[in-house]
C-alpha cells in the first residue's frame, strides 16, 4: 500500500507590496473530508481593489466543489465540468462582493488545484502560475501558464473566457508521488518559461514534506525549513507575491 498524503502550504507577500505597503494579494486552503485531500491556491489580480478577498473566497469554494466532486468515490477517472465549476467559483464571488459592496471584478484573481483520493487525481487552473508533478520519480509540468500574448496579461476566475481557458487534468494516482502548485510569482524562480520545465528545487521540496517525521510537533523542523527557502530564496527572485501548495505522499 502507498504512503499518506501530507500536505504544506505558504504564502509571502512581494518585496513590491512591502514596499507600497500592500497586503499581500496570494492566497490558500487545504482541506481533507470522505478521503478527499484537497489544495487550492489563488493570486489575486494586482489591479482588482479586493483581489486578496476573492483569492480567499475561490480557495475555499474550490475546495468544497472538488470534494464533492470526488466523495462519492467515482468507479472511473472523475470528469470535472469547466463551466460548472466556474460557475460555483463565481457565485462565490458574488456573496463576498455583496458583503464588501463592491463590484466582482474588484476579487479578481487566478485558481489553482489539485484534489487526489486512494485512485484517483484531478488538476485544474485557471490564469497564471504551474502545477507539476513528480511521476515515476520524474519530474512533469500538469498545468501551463496561461498569459496569452504578454507575460503580464492572464484569464482570472472573473473573466469572461474563463471556462474556456480553464485547465482540467485528470487521473489515476498509483504512478504519482508528488504535487506542487505556485503563484506566478514562485515559478519565477522554480519554473523555466523557456523550456517548459520545472527547476529540480521541486524534487528537493517534495522530499522535504514527504520524508517529515510523522510525529505531531508545534511547529516542525520540516516546515522552518520550507519557509526559509520560500522567504530567502524564491521571495528574491520576484517582486511578486510568492504562494506555494505541496501535496506529497510519504515512502
Not at 120 to 128: C, L, N
Not at 182 to 195: I, K, Q
Request: net charge negative; glycine share 8%; charged share 25%.
Amino acid at each position: 500500500m502507498r504512503g499518506k498524503w501530507r500536505e504544506y502550504a505558504y504564502q509571502v507577500r512581494g518585496k513590491s507590496h512591502v514596499l507600497d505597503g500592500k497586503p499581500g494579494q496570494d492566497r490558500f486552503q487545504y482541506k481533507s473530508r470522505n478521503g478527499v485531500k484537497v489544495l487550492c491556491i489563488a493570486d489575486g489580480a494586482g489591479s482588482a481593489k479586493f483581489s486578496e478577498h476573492g483569492a480567499q473566497a475561490v480557495v475555499n469554494a474550490g475546495c468544497n466543489f472538488a470534494i464533492e466532486l470526488l466523495s462519492s468515490g467515482p468507479a472511473s477517472t472523475p470528469s470535472l465540468d469547466a463551466g460548472a465549476l466556474q460557475a460555483y467559483l463565481v457565485e462565490e464571488l458574488s456573496k463576498a462582493a455583496a458583503r464588501l459592496r463592491c463590484d466582482i471584478k474588484d476579487l479578481a484573481s487566478t485558481f489553482l488545484c489539485v484534489a487526489v483520493t486512494e485512485r484517483f487525481f484531478v488538476a485544474v487552473q485557471i490564469g497564471d502560475g504551474v502545477i507539476g508533478a513528480e511521476r515515476n520519480m520524474e519530474l512533469e509540468v500538469v498545468t501551463l501558464p496561461d498569459n496569452g500574448e504578454f507575460a503580464n496579461v492572464t484569464t482570472f476566475v472573473t473573466s469572461k473566457d474563463a471556462a474556456s481557458s480553464m485547465q482540467v487534468v485528470s487521473g489515476e494516482i498509483e504512478d504519482y508521488s508528488g504535487f506542487i502548485l505556485m503563484s506566478d510569482g514562485t515559478a519565477d524562480s522554480l519554473y523555466n518559461y523557456e523550456s517548459r520545465a520545472l527547476a529540480r528545487a521541486c524534487r528537493t521540496l517534495l522530499r522535504i514534506v514527504s520524508d517529515a517525521p510523522t510525529y505531531a510537533v508545534a511547529n516542525p523542523a520540516y516546515k522552518k525549513e520550507l519557509k526559509r527557502i520560500m522567504d530567502l530564496q524564491v521571495r528574491e527572485g520576484t517582486d511578486d507575491d510568492c504562494s506555494i501548495g505541496i501535496l506529497a505522499r510519504t515512502d
